[in-house]
């Protein structure tokens, strides 16, 4: 007996259907932004504020038009990420033996030391305050990467920068030592602590 | 009678379309998988910052957001300088620290020290806002916070 074929159904409105489904996730989803800038806030407390030598403080000002003044000079966003790196790296008292900076009596003494103190009006825009927060992140982010490179090899993580270390830290399927790599990770940022205070009004 | 003869041949052939269901479905499931729902429809403009320095928010810790930018057009009778939208609404500076106790109070008790709050300001909004929100952050102790940002140059942002 002669098989008979089933019947074909007819699938001319599954293009209909998905393109319904289609532009529901489109108009109810978003492609989200999750990353950003961490930031930690000082708690409130009524201890004195410690005396800091005014040659340790790099002072960043962002006025409402959105200008820098950085240590009482007029300065462009671009050139702000070089003045604090040489601020940071300057290690006046010699006591930073991987610092290559300029020595100079007159800044800071070593990267322990530095502190990057911004001031921001209550006028200035949030896009001026970011780019501001992100050019002194890199300085750090610039000095600790050197320093991952010249301690890594020695450590066992050669070739190998700071935001990749922590990224590899980060990695769930990465199986090697984490221990060892959160070690080193926590030597550099010691040895670079990133002081940055904000002044509140 | 040969007006009526049919057009046996010079007409087009119809487009097959029996990929279409295809092309479409893979579409859906390349949004399906590369979007994530709305959590709160925006009543304010709210075009971030870019900056390149940037870490990924840690997803396993619980996040809060709070937004801040300038009422959009529908929304012109709440003013037009920069204000603060806590989950679906506008709010005060004073409203963040009930709206970060009640964050905390549907959260298991040993991720509370862990909630991060995620500030998405517009790039137009004034620091005069978010330092309030700040100072309020500060005094709630919820001190962990992310200045949620776009990945792009710097130079961008001041235009």
Redesign the interface.
């Known amino acids: 007996m002669a098989k008979r074929a089933a019947p074909e159904v007819n ?1 001319g409105s ?2 209909d259907i ?2 319904l ?2 532009i529901f ?2 108009v ?17 407390e009524e201890t004195e504020p410690p005396i800091i030598k005014q040659k340790n403080i790099f002072t960043v000002l962002v006025n409402k038009n ?1 200008d820098l003044l950085v240590e009482d000079e007029p300065m462009e ?2 050139d702000l990420r070089q003045a604090a790196i040489e601020f940071l790296d300057n290690n006046g008292d010699g006591s930073c033996a991987f610092c290559k900076g300029a020595k100079d009596p007159k800044s800071s003494d070593n990267p322990d030391k530095a502190i990057i103190s911004l001031k ?12 501001v ?3 002194l ?2 300085a750090y ?1 610039n000095l600790r990467n050197r320093r991952a490179l010249e301690i890594g090899a020695s450590k066992g993580f050669p070739k190998m920068n700071f935001i990749e270390m ?1 990224a590899l830290h ?1 990695d769930v399927r990465w199986n090697g030592n984490k221990k060892k790599l959160k070690d080193l990770i926590d030597q550099i940022k010691l040895e670079i602590p990133q002081k940055l205070s904000e002044v ?1 009004e | 009678m040969s007006k009526f003869k049919k057009k046996k041949d010079g007409g087009l052939a119809p487009i097959n379309t029996a990929s279409l269901p295809d092309i479409v479905f893979m579409l859906l499931f390349f949004f399906m998988v590369a979007t994530v729902m709305r959590e709160d429809t925006l009543k304010i403009k709210n075009s971030l910052p870019v900056a390149d320095q940037i870490e990924k928010l840690d997803k396993k810790n619980p996040v809060s957001y709070i937004y801040m930018g300038k009422p959009s057009e529908n929304y012109r009778s709440a003013g037009t300088v920069a204000r603060i939208q806590l989950n679906d609404d506008f709010a005060s500076v004073g409203e963040v620290a009930s709206f970060i106790a009640a964050e905390r109070a549907a959260l298991r008790e040993e991720l509370i020290p862990f909630l991060t709050v995620s500030l998405k300001v517009d790039r137009d909004a004034n620091m005069g806002i978010v330092g309030d929100v700040k100072q309020e952050l500060r005094k709630v102790n919820a001190l962990k916070i992310n200045y949620t940002t776009g990945t792009g140059d710097v130079s961008t942002n001041m235009e």
């Open positions: 699938a599954m293009a998905a393109f489904l289609l996730f489109l109810t989803t978003t492609i989200e932004k999750d990353s950003g800038i961490n930031r930690k806030l000082p708690p409130i959105d966003i671009k921001n009006d209550r006028e200035t825009s949030y896009a001026a305050y970011i780019s927060q992100n050019e992140v890199a982010n922590q980060k509140v």
